[in-house]
């Protein structure tokens, strides 16, 4: 069983920034890729960024790309987002994601594809 534990949510505004800790629990986190997936009231889950098992290979949202940055540290068991240049439209519940079942150096890039998922952390973003 994985427990993911998201943290680093708040309120900041429009410009300001953010950064999302997620800390799992287990022994194998080095081999799980890993995502951050937000929903907003009345829209889809979407991937905003996701990270291979050893942290070479990303993905990013277009619309957060450039923007927001994931990483991780497999020594922590730790995977962090760093949000920049917020924007109203980025408000949502974060949560983040693994994959365990994923044996390559590649990002999963379907929220349907991760198994085990975190209770989320909540952004919000004033204008």
């Known amino acids: 069983q994985v427990q993911l534990v998201e943290s680093g949510g708040g309120l900041v505004q429009a410009g300001g920034s953010l950064r999302l800790s997620c800390v799992a629990t287990g022994r194998s986190f080095s081999g799980y890729a890993m995502g951050w997936i937000r929903q907003a009231p009345g829209k889809e889950r979407e991937l905003v960024a996701g990270?291979?098992?050893?942290?070479?290979?990303?993905y990013y949202l277009h619309s957060v790309e450039g923007r927001f940055t994931i990483s991780r540290d497999n020594s922590k068991n730790t995977v962090y987002l760093q949000m920049n240049s917020l924007k109203p439209e980025d408000a949502a519940i974060y949560s983040c994601?693994?994959?365990?079942?994923?044996?390559?150096?590649?990002?999963?890039?379907?929220?349907?594809?991760?198994?085990?998922w975190g209770q989320g952390t909540q952004v919000t973003v004033s204008s």
């Open positions: 994601a693994a994959d365990p079942r994923l044996y390559l150096e590649a990002v999963t890039r379907f929220p349907s594809e991760y198994d085990y």
């Open positions: 990270i291979s098992r050893s942290g070479t290979s990303t």
